[in-house]
């Protein structure tokens, strides 16, 4: 069995920078991508930024330019460095990762941790 466990969501206000972390762990040959997602209040969730295991980035539009996605494969760990953070950007963050085991690839999610921007 696959764990992705989140970290680092917080309260923070218009401007202001936080750092989620998300760890997987169990039987795992590769990770590729990783992810997160967000879904904030009332809205589905939608796509932040993913990267693979070669380090190629995606970014969705709101964020780029604010936000940086980055790993340690060595870790089996995704970061996700948000700057200027706008109250918009206010959400449940979800850890995502396709896992390759011995036996089959498949899609997990972490159980999302808190991101509130306001004044």
């Known amino acids: 069995q696959v764990q992705l466990v989140e970290s680092g969501g917080a309260s923070v206000q218009p401007g202001g920078s936080l750092r989620l972390s998300c760890v997987a762990s169990?039987?795992?040959?590769?990770?590729?991508?990783m992810g997160w997602y967000r879904q904030g209040p009332g809205k589905q969730r939608e796509l932040v930024a993913t990267i693979t295991s070669g380090g190629t980035t995606n970014y969705a539009d709101a964020v780029k330019g604010r936000f940086t996605i980055s790993r340690d494969n060595a870790k089996n760990t995704v970061y996700l460095q948000m700057n200027s953070l706008k109250p918009e950007d206010t959400a449940v963050y979800y850890c995502y990762a396709r896992v390759r085991g011995y036996v089959r690839t498949s899609d997990y999610w972490g159980q999302g941790t808190q991101v509130t921007v306001s004044s």
């Open positions: 169990g039987v795992i040959l590769s990770l590729n991508p």
